[in-house]
């Protein structure tokens, strides 16, 4: 079918909104539906190529559509997959092409998916070989829906996608089949869909079990995935290589190394051989960079939840003083333990800005309180300054938690500040 003219996108999270509006913009007319009411869809007004409808999914305009596409997070068995299919409207991913021809490498877990997408587009742009890039509109991409029609229109020969962890399922059941699966670690983020590590765990055994060959990290708290699949997976933890990378931080090596497992296992080059062609990446806007501040440092990044701080922490501590973005309402799960593990580090004061939400800010004072930090709100727009003042110091600074705009912003503005003192 090629690249359809007119798509039905149903479910207007993040991902459905994102990919609507960058559909749109590519020149094809979208009908926009979600059951809720209570959504922000003001980016999508005023585009000539969608038409919105809250509160329901009108099954005329669907079957006037090319194709539809369900968010992914709506099940398989959902009553509105199943009436899309009884319309014999076809989904969008079962029209595609490209995947006949296309390696595909699709990229999940906890933490570092983003670092790890872009280090692997950064191989591949060093061995001369057309690739996209794309996926998890919440990652900082434009959507799944998004790089399949781009991969369709552009036809390159790897596909690499960012994979949250809450759409495993998806990409079992519904999404283009994937050549290569890397699983990058299994930490405590989303339990509130998962429910438990042993249900995210057999979520990511299903998906690692799906592909022709799966990439993951076979010791810790990983080995609970290894041991539910069928497959036998390559250990990237257990490659014998050194990146050369100019970025500090042991779990920037494992994003390396799983990298350079997943670039090898579609292009047969060796690990070891590749590794040098890493000495330039230069990271990921946003993600964690230490600052060398006078006689102090100031590391800035998302870490927003307790299994990547533990690694800043690791990696980067001890600090002498966080400030910290809040999370939305109802994830309490990125709250709990933070206080504890931020005295264990070695912090005695933190300050706690909106990160995500200003409805969360007192639960996060009341975590760091509770566990004996002198913790105290502070303004946003007075966190680089103040950020700065005591780095100057000669203290260990640390502007993390959650929020991934407001603080690649903060990260520009340190830079902003450095680089013309």
Known sequence: MGVPKSLAVIGL??????????????????????????????????LENVEVELGRHDLDKIAACDAAYASPSIPDDAEIVRRIRELGVPFLEDTLTWPERADFIVVSG??????TVHMIGHLLDALDVDHLLGGNAGGGFDGYATLYVRAERERPDVVVCEVCDMTLDYFVTRAPGYDVAVFLNLGHDHLDYHGSLDRYAERAARFCDAAEVAVIKCSGRERDVVRRMSSDPVCFDRLDVSPRLPLRGRFYELDAKAALAAVSAVTGEEPGELADLLADFRGVPG?????????????????????????????????????????????????RGLGELLREAGVERAFVFPGLSRETVPDVLEELRRAGLDAREVPEEEVVERALSEARRGRRVGILGNGQRKLLKMQREVERRLHSQ
């Open 13 to 46: 999270g993040v991902e459905g909104r994102t990919c609507a509006r960058r559909l749109a913009e590519m020149g094809i007319r979208v009908y926009a539906s979600d059951l809720r009411t209570d959504l922000d869809v003001s980016e999508l007004e005023g």
């Open 110 to 115: 906890t933490n570092g998916k983003t670092t």
């Open 287 to 335: 993600r964690v960079r230490e600052y060398r501040v006078d006689g102090g440092a100031l590391v800035v990044g998302k870490t927003d939840n307790l299994s990547a701080l533990r690694a800043v922490v690791r990696d980067y501590g001890p600090f002498d003083l966080v400030f910290w973005g809040s999370p939305r309402p109802g994830e309490d799960y990125r709250i």
